[in-house]
């Protein structure tokens, strides 16, 4: 069983930037890249962005431009580059696997808190 773990979220001010990871632990086959989503109070969970097992990224409109995801594979890491953060970005995000089938099992970390001040 694999196990997500955000982290680097906290508090920045418009403008400013913050990098979350997301580390897993354990193994699945299932495995077949990683999502990054948010939510923010009394919204719908989104998409932020994803990479695949070879890099390749997609991002949302609200975030291209501003946001990089990258992947070191030697500490099964996924990150979230974050750069001129805007009030909207204030979110709980969270990392989730990208399932290579549809039964498998969907499975997300914790959440790491963003907040961002105008």
């Known amino acids: 069983q694999v196990h997500l773990a955000e982290s680097g979220g906290g508090s920045a001010q418009a403008g400013g930037s913050l990098r979350l990871s997301c580390v897993a632990t354990g193994y699945t086959s299932c495995y077949d890249g990683m999502s990054w989503y948010r939510q923010a109070p009394e919204k719908e969970r989104e998409l932020v962005g994803e990479?695949?097992?070879?890099?390749?990224?997609n991002y949302a409109d609200f975030v291209k431009g501003r946001f990089t995801i990258s992947q070191d594979n030697a500490k099964n890491t996924i990150y979230l580059q974050m750069n001129s953060l805007k009030f909207e970005d204030t979110a709980m995000y969270y990392c989730?696997?990208?399932?290579?089938?549809?039964?498998?099992?969907?499975?997300w970390g914790q959440g790491t808190q963003v907040t961002v001040s105008s």
């Open positions: 989730k696997i990208i399932n290579i089938w549809e039964n498998c099992p969907d499975i």
């Open positions: 990479i695949d097992k070879s890099g390749r990224t």
